[in-house]
């Protein structure tokens, strides 16, 4: 069946480069994302990638996409403490066919 | 303006009870879902809907069910409420089924379930 993992967990200290790891299981993904929820609050899209894409960047975020590995990453450049929330990878394979993982917590020390 | 609005915020009530959760979004989107998050923040999509189709996550128990009156709502009923049910409920949409197109997420439903 499907499956998308990553890291429960990852701290950093302020001002350094965030990479959170997610892995997935279906080659038939056509689009990856990544989503960041805040305390007390929904899902936000951050950033996603068409699956014959490698690499997208997007000011402080940089995807990367190993299609051959089914690894997707996330690098946030200079972490900030407003960064300090949960990631989630997410990958869809058509019509209500996504699958999450189970986030990443991301804590950011000053 | 809110995007995708649910209500309650909270929702707190007895076992085996019968209650809904309602969600509306404004963004004119074809596809609504509905996601679970149990208490380890983990996400579980539970159901996908248009004006077509609906596809249910397997997993879900059927005592589970989305209404949709209209194109821009798409409530959650849930009947014979279990312990179990206890989670936050994430209502979303987006413009296309499957695409690129951006979920946008309610703030969440808290139900505790005594």
């Known amino acids: 069946g499907e499956d998308v993992e990553q890291s429960l967990f990852l701290s950093v200290r302020e001002g350094d480069s965030s990479v959170i790891n997610c892995t997935y299981t279906d080659s038939s993904s056509t689009y990856l994302y990544w989503y960041k929820q805040e305390p007390g609050a929904g899902l936000q899209l951050l950033t996603y990638?068409?699956?014959?894409?490698d690499m997208k960047q997007d000011q402080r975020l940089t995807v990367l996409l190993n299609k051959k590995d089914k690894h997707l990453s996330l690098r946030i450049a200079d972490t900030q403490t407003g960064d300090s929330a949960i990631y989630f990878c997410?990958?869809?394979?058509?019509?209500?066919?996504?699958?999450f993982g189970d986030g990443t917590t991301l804590t950011v020390k000053p | 303006d809110t995007a995708v609005s649910q209500t309650p915020k909270y929702l707190v009530t007895q076992m085996g009870n019968d209650k809904s959760i309602k969600c509306e979004q404004n963004l004119g989107h074809d596809t609504m879902y509905w996601y679970k998050q149990d208490s380890k923040k983990f996400l579980k999509i539970m159901f996908s809907y248009n004006n077509k189709e609906l596809i249910i996550n397997e997993t879900v128990p059927n005592r589970f069910s989305p209404k949709s009156p209209d194109k821009a709502h798409l409530n959650l009923h849930i009947n014979s409420l279990e312990l179990g049910d206890s989670a936050v409920y994430f209502c979303?949409?987006?413009?296309?089924?499957?695409?690129?197109?951006?979920?946008?997420f309610g703030p969440g439903t808290r139900l505790t379930v005594l």
């Open positions: 997410a990958e869809t394979r058509g019509p209500g066919k996504s699958t």
């Open positions: 990638i068409f699956s014959n894409m």
């Open positions: 979303a949409s987006s413009p296309v089924a499957g695409g690129p197109g951006t979920q946008y």
